[in-house]
C-alpha cells in the first residue's frame, strides 16, 4: 500500500521537532522524526487536547447573559440552575451530545465533566456520548446538600469521581465523605476553590483533592501550598475572562503548580479548546506572558498529566490520541496560538485510526 505524510512539525514532550505522520491508508503506521517528504501537509502534530473542566449540562442555555458568578452559576439559584430545572431531558442530552462532536472536531479527545443533577445527570452525559469517539471522565455531584453514604456509592458505581463546587457551597462534611469515598474507590475527587473570594486553604487542601479549579481569588501563599502538595490547577481563561477576571498562568506556574485549560461551562464558552489555549496567551501578557510552546503544553500534555488519562500518554507514537492543524507560516506554535481555528485541524488520529472532521 502506497505510504502518504501528514505534517511537518511535532509538539513533543522534550519541544518542537521535525517529523510527520506516515499513513497505510486512513491508519497511522509510524511517527518519523525529522524533515519531512516535500508532499507532506504544512500541518503542526499536536496530542489531543485534553479539556480538564466542563460542564455541558448548561450548554443548551447558551449564550448565558452578564453577571457575576453567584448570579449566573452560583447554586442552588443562579442562572444556570434555574434553567437546568426547567428544561427537559431530550434538551439537556441533545445539546450536550451537539457539544461532544464540537470537542471532537476542534481536536479534544478527553474531557473531564462536572456534571451536575446527581445520578440523573450522570444518565443523561452517558446517554449523550453514546457512540462518541471521546473519551468522557464523568464527575459527578449529589442533588441535595443532605447526601448520605447510600447516594454516594450511588453514584460513584456509574461515574469517575465527583467534582464538587466550593467548600462555601457544601456542608464539609459532605465533602469529606465524598472524599473519602473516591478515594478509597480509586476515584477522582475534585472541586472548585477560590473563583471569586479566597477559601480556606488548608481546609481545601485536607480534603485531598486531586485537582482544584479556578483559584483567581486564592493567595500567592495558597499556590505554593498547592504546588507542595502537589495538587494541580485547571483553570479556564475565557469563563475568566468572562466575569472579568484573571487566571494569573504566570503566576502558578512560577510557584511550581502544575496547571492544565478546561473551557468550563458550554453556556459561556464553547468547549474548542483551541480557543481556550489562545485566551490562555492572550490574558497571561498581563501576569508577565507565557510562549506559545507552555499554552500549547497547558492544553495538551498538561492536561494528561492531571487527569492521568486511560489512552494518552505523555509520549508521541502511532497508537497515541494526535491532532493536525494545517498552518500557513514557518511558526507553527505562534500560529496555533494567535490565530488558528478549528477548522484548521484538518485530522484527528485516535489510537492509530484517521478521523477527519
Same mark, same amino acid.
Given at each position: !500500500? @502506497?505510504?502518504?505524510?501528514?505534517?511537518?512539525?511535532?509538539?513533543?514532550?522534550?519541544?518542537?521537532?521535525? #517529523?510527520?505522520?506516515?499513513?497505510?491508508?486512513?491508519?497511522?503506521?509510524?511517527?518519523?522524526?525529522?524533515?519531512?517528504?516535500?508532499?507532506? @501537509?504544512? *500541518?503542526?502534530?499536536?496530542?489531543?487536547?485534553?479539556?480538564?473542566?466542563?460542564?455541558?449540562?448548561?450548554?443548551?442555555?447558551?449564550?448565558?447573559?452578564?453577571?457575576?458568578?453567584?448570579?449566573?452559576? #452560583?447554586?442552588?439559584?443562579?442562572?444556570?440552575?434555574?434553567?437546568?430545572?426547567?428544561?427537559?431531558?431530550?434538551?439537556?442530552?441533545?445539546? !450536550?451530545?451537539?457539544?461532544?462532536?464540537?470537542?471532537?472536531?476542534?481536536?479534544?479527545? %478527553?474531557?473531564?465533566?462536572?456534571?451536575?443533577?446527581?445520578?440523573?445527570? %450522570?444518565?443523561?452525559?452517558?446517554?449523550?456520548?453514546?457512540? /462518541?469517539?471521546?473519551?468522557?471522565?464523568?464527575?459527578?455531584?449529589?442533588?441535595?446538600?443532605?447526601?448520605?453514604?447510600?447516594?454516594?456509592?450511588?453514584?460513584?458505581?456509574?461515574?469517575?469521581?465527583?467534582?464538587? *463546587?466550593?467548600?462555601?457551597?457544601?456542608?464539609?462534611?459532605?465533602?469529606?465523605?465524598?472524599?473519602?469515598?473516591?478515594?478509597?474507590?480509586?476515584?477522582?475527587?475534585?472541586?472548585? *476553590?477560590?473563583?471569586?473570594?479566597?477559601?480556606?486553604?488548608?481546609?481545601?487542601?485536607?480534603?485531598?483533592?486531586?485537582?482544584?479549579?479556578?483559584?483567581?481569588?486564592?493567595?500567592?501563599?495558597?499556590?505554593?501550598?498547592? *504546588?507542595?502538595?502537589?495538587?494541580?490547577?485547571?483553570?479556564?481563561?475565557?469563563?475568566?475572562?468572562?466575569?472579568?477576571?484573571?487566571?494569573?498562568?504566570?503566576?502558578?506556574?512560577?510557584? #511550581? %503548580?502544575?496547571?492544565?485549560?478546561?473551557?468550563?461551562?458550554?453556556?459561556?464558552?464553547?468547549?474548542? !479548546?483551541? /480557543?481556550?489555549?489562545?485566551?490562555?496567551?492572550?490574558?497571561?501578557?498581563?501576569?508577565?506572558?507565557?510562549?506559545?510552546?507552555?499554552?500549547?503544553?497547558?492544553?495538551?500534555?498538561?492536561?494528561?498529566?492531571?487527569?492521568?488519562?486511560?489512552?494518552?500518554?505523555?509520549?508521541?507514537?502511532?497508537?497515541?490520541?494526535?491532532?493536525?492543524?494545517? &498552518?500557513?507560516?514557518?511558526?507553527?506554535?505562534?500560529?496555533?496560538?494567535?490565530?488558528?481555528?478549528?477548522?484548521? &485541524?484538518?485530522?484527528?488520529?485516535? #489510537?492509530?485510526?484517521?478521523?477527519?472532521?
Amino acid at each position: !500500500m @502506497t505510504e502518504n505524510f501528514i505534517g511537518r512539525w511535532i509538539l513533543t514532550n522534550e519541544g518542537l521537532k521535525e #517529523g510527520c505522520l506516515v499513513l497505510a491508508g486512513e491508519e497511522v503506521v509510524d511517527v518519523r522524526m525529522g524533515r519531512a517528504p516535500l508532499e507532506s @501537509t504544512k *500541518s503542526l502534530i499536536v496530542p489531543c487536547f485534553v479539556n480538564a473542566h466542563t460542564h455541558l449540562g448548561d450548554a443548551f442555555a447558551y449564550p448565558s447573559p452578564k453577571g457575576t458568578v453567584e448570579e449566573i452559576v #452560583g447554586p442552588p439559584d443562579g442562572y444556570k440552575h434555574r434553567r437546568l430545572r426547567e428544561a427537559d431531558r431530550d434538551t439537556k442530552v441533545r445539546a !450536550m451530545r451537539e457539544s461532544a462532536r464540537l470537542m471532537l472536531s476542534s481536536g479534544s479527545s %478527553v474531557f473531564a465533566d462536572f456534571r451536575e443533577e446527581g445520578v440523573e445527570g %450522570v444518565g443523561m452525559i452517558l446517554e449523550a456520548m453514546t457512540g /462518541s469517539l471521546l473519551n468522557p471522565i464523568i464527575l459527578s455531584r449529589p442533588l441535595n446538600i443532605d447526601a448520605g453514604d447510600v447516594e454516594l456509592r450511588e453514584m460513584l458505581s456509574r461515574c469517575d469521581g465527583f467534582g464538587m *463546587s466550593s467548600i462555601r457551597d457544601i456542608p464539609y462534611d459532605l465533602l469529606e465523605r465524598a472524599s473519602r469515598l473516591a478515594r478509597a474507590s480509586g476515584k477522582i475527587f475534585a472541586l472548585h *476553590s477560590s473563583e471569586t473570594v479566597r477559601d480556606d486553604i488548608d481546609r481545601v487542601l485536607d480534603l485531598k483533592p486531586r485537582f482544584l479549579i479556578h483559584m483567581t481569588s486564592a493567595l500567592e501563599s495558597d499556590l505554593v501550598r498547592c *504546588s507542595e502538595a502537589g495538587v494541580p490547577i485547571v483553570v479556564c481563561p475565557r469563563s475568566n475572562e468572562f466575569f472579568d477576571m484573571n487566571p494569573r498562568i504566570p503566576v502558578l506556574l512560577r510557584h #511550581g %503548580v502544575e496547571v492544565a485549560l478546561g473551557t468550563d461551562n458550554a453556556m459561556i464558552a464553547p468547549p474548542d !479548546m483551541l /480557543s481556550e489555549l489562545q485566551a490562555a496567551y492572550r490574558l497571561s501578557w498581563r501576569r508577565g506572558g507565557i510562549s506559545p510552546e507552555i499554552a500549547i503544553r497547558l492544553a495538551t500534555y498538561s492536561g494528561r498529566k492531571v487527569l492521568n488519562a486511560e489512552r494518552i500518554t505523555t509520549e508521541i507514537s502511532c497508537n497515541d490520541d494526535l491532532a493536525v492543524i494545517d &498552518v500557513t507560516g514557518d511558526e507553527p506554535l505562534a500560529e496555533v496560538a494567535t490565530v488558528a481555528g478549528s477548522a484548521t &485541524v484538518s485530522a484527528i488520529s485516535l #489510537g492509530g485510526k484517521l478521523w477527519r472532521p
